[in-house]
Structure formats: structure tokens, C-alpha cells
């Protein structure tokens, strides 16, 4: 992939950061003191080029590698990440169709005009509603995430006369994030249908796993078409070692299948989760690696088995929103703390904070930061940029240098929050979530506008 602009300081940073002579911070040409000024912080500044850039890169990967296996892909957008109207129409503008995983992710897509054809629904959980739209509006395809969904989406198909087309989400025991994977024979979480079969203690033939039912109720069902099996294997993953394993599995399952009923089903998805680099030095998996080892493993399998390759598709959200984002903040105190061991840690009161960000919270997930309104000579500190919440553990970054000259006022930026911020940012203090803004040539334009209270005050019924 490109390395960005002349003077990009590389990753984490989206590739239409630079920093200029005088100390500035611009994101595809727009200065942050100019975003500051236009849209306030916080706000959630997304790099729409970089955007694209990892869109095509993702997709030009796994057609070429998966092509070169005589196989195909299509890649799904995981609008988890983060989804707005804008954002699922350069998804789409860029070749990929879109996964949602509610009722409301699917609006959002809709009113972006994407096509139902080429959306899939996700969900452990979907109500009538969500499946009902779904179907409405000819939705590609329906995951489904267990036996009550199977017979669900029948009867809802059904009453309107229309086939669904279902993939059957299943677990393969492959559970894979952060460097490593770890395969089990058990599954002990709340999503998909197990590929290992029960074992029964009384000492009686195993019956059929879960997926294997699950497979054999839709083949059976006429309001149900089966287009594929579905394995997702879990996020922020760095080792691709888990996605071949996966893969392996389900074209097993496949083929034993097909064994069976005949059905030899005509898709596998393999998912999401691909990790990218949140601090500088760190790595994001590279998406031609992972499509070319992943191609060669399918081709192998498919060979052993004797079965002819299916169509695949994949859903990352992160790689593709994650490192495109950044989220801006203004200082508003900084009180430096004598540690018992010595050290000085500087405590940087930023004007958000867990509701716009809580990963850190969540997971203890690690950020990067950087005064970007100026330059500084001063030395660096140890910091942690907290935010403005009503809790010690509301934490933004946990540990980073940052200038000794940080001061109330100053512009700091936090990289790699495209994913998973805006997305999962709540009103905890009643804080009114931040806009997401656009910037692309030079120009800003607001994606979906800051909250206020106003809006707040809205929903309350008093
Ligand atoms: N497909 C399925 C079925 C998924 O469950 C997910 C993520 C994805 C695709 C997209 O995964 P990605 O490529 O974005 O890693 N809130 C967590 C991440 C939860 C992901 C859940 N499923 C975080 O902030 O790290």
C-alpha cells in the first residue's frame, strides 16, 4: 500500500496526515486549527481517501489472490465499525457491499442506497422486525445464528411468499485476536452454531453437531435457500494462521454436506478481523498476505476433498475505517503527579473521553497521542490523556509522550479511532456524542452532525 503524502509520519496515522514546518497537523490539506475552528472538539475526523485506499486495497487483494486460485471474492464492509449514510455510499463506490449487523445498521445502508441484494444481515439475535425488513427488501442474505432463527426466518418468509437466501453461521472452535489464535473443541459464547458434534456420556453413536442441523433444517425448509456457510473467528487479529484453520473447517463441513443431501453449497465467508496498528511500530496484517495464505490453504483442501472451490466472501470493518479516523480534542487541564516509585506521570484533561472512545475502558486498549496544533522543543513527559468523565478508569490513553510544554488549549490528536469510536460512543454524563467529519482535498463536510442537548432533551419525556 502507499506510504501517503510527502512528510506522512506513517502508522497509525491515516496517509493524508502531515505534520508542516511550523508544527501544524493537516489531514488531506485541512489544518486541524481549521477543524478546530468549523466543527469544535471533540469530533471524529475521517480521511475519506484513506478510506477508499484500504477499501480497494482489501478488495484488489482477495480478488486477485482468490482469482488466481479460480475461486472469486466479494467483501463485505462490517458497518459495525462505524456506518453512516456517506460511509456505506464510498464502501460501495468502491466495490464492496455492506454488512449490518441490526435493523438500524440496515436503514442506514439503505438510505445510502445500497442495493438489498448486496446486504447481509448479522445478528444472535434478530427480531421479526429486523428480519421482516430484511426481506422486504430483498436483502442478499440473512445470516442465520441458530435452530429458533432457522425456523424463524421460514415462517417470516413464508407469510410473505418469498425464499430467503440464508447462510448458516457457525463456530469452528478457531477463536483468534490480538497476536495469536487458539483453536478448541468447545464453544463457550453466545454466537453460531458448533461444528463439533455432541459427546454424549451414556456411552451412544454422537449425534450431528449444531451446524450440521442447523444445515440440514434449511436444505429441508422450501422458504429457505441456503447460499453458504458462514465462520467469523474473531477481531483485531494479527496472525493469519486462524483464518486458514477456520476456512479448512468450514470446507470440510461443505463437503460433508454435500455428501449427504447433495447440497454442495455455493459461498463461504470467512469473516472479519483483520488487525491493524494502533501505536507507531506496530504492524497491521497485510491484506495480500492473508488473502494469498488463505488462497492457497482453501485450494489445498478443496483438492483433498475432491470438491470444487466455492465463491468466497470476507466483512472487515476495522482495517477499513479504523486507521482512516482520528479523533480531535482540545486540552483543558494538566496536573502532573508524583508517582510512589518517583516519576512524574502528567494527567491531560482532554474534552471527551470513554463516551466517545471506550476501548480503552473495554479492553484496555492502547492509543497513541500527539499535541498537533504546534510544535514544541520541550521534553517529553510521561502522560495519560484522560477525558472529562465522572470515573477514574475514563482513560483516552493510557501511557504516551507528550511535550512537557502541554497546555490547556493545546489541539491533540488521537490516531486509529475510526472503528469502534463513534460506533460504540455512548451519552454517559450526559455528554453529547461528536460529529463525524469528512476531509478530502483540502475540504471538510460534516458526516453526521455533533449532538446537543437539545437533543438530548428531546427524548425525555419528563
Ligand atoms: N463480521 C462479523 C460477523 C463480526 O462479528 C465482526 C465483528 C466483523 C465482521 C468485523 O470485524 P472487524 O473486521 O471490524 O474486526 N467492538 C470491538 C470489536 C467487536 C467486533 C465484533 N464483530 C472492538 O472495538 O474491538
Known sequence: MSTGLPGYPGEPWSRGVRRGEDGVVEVAGVGVHDLAAEHGTPAYVLDEADFRARARAYRTA??????AVGSD???????????TVAVARWARE?????DTASGGELAVALRAGVPGPEIGLHGNNKSDAEIGRALDEGVGRIIVDSLVEVERVARLAGERGVVAPVMVRVTTGVHAGGH?????????????????????????????????TALLDVVARPELHLLGI???????????????????????LRAELAARTGVLVDEVDIGGGYGIAYLPGEVALDPERVAKDVAAAVDAVAADLGTPLPRFSIEPGRAIVGPAGLT???????????????????????????SDNIRPALYAAQYHAEVVGRASEAEPVLARVVGKHCESGDIVVHEVQ????????????????????????????????????????????????RETVEDLLALDEG
Not at 487479529?237 to 470446507?251: H, K, Q
Open 230 to 252: 458462514h465462520s467469523h473467528i474473531g477481531s483485531q487479529i494479527l496472525d493469519p494462521s486462524g483464518f486458514e484453520v477456520a476456512a479448512r473447517a468450514v470446507l470440510e
Open 73 to 83: 471474492v466479494d467483501v463485505y464492509y462490517a458497518g459495525k465499525a462505524l456506518l
Open 94 to 98: 468502491e466495490g464492496l457491499r455492506v
Open 402 to 449: 507528550l511535550p512537557g510544554d502541554v497546555r490547556a488549549g493545546d489541539l491533540l490528536a488521537v490516531p486509529a479511532t475510526g472503528a469502534y469510536g463513534r460506533s460504540m460512543a455512548s451519552n454517559y454524563n450526559l455528554l453529547t456524542r461528536p460529529p463525524v467529519v469528512a476531509v478530502r482535498d483540502g475540504e471538510s463536510r460534516v458526516l453526521v452532525r
Open 180 to 212: 495469536e489464535y487458539i483453536s478448541t473443541a468447545h464453544e463457550d459464547q453466545k454466537f453460531g452454531l458448533s461444528i463439533a458434534a455432541p459427546r454424549p456420556t451414556d456411552g451412544s453413536a454422537a449425534g450431528d453437531s449444531p451446524a450440521m
Open 62 to 67: 482477495f480478488e486477485t489472490a482468490f482469482r
Open 328 to 354: 480531535l480534542y482540545t486540552v483543558g487541564t494538566v496536573k502532573p503527579v508524583t508517582l510512589d516509585d518517583g516519576r512524574v506521570r502528567t494527567y491531560v484533561s482532554v474534552d471527551g473521553g470513554m
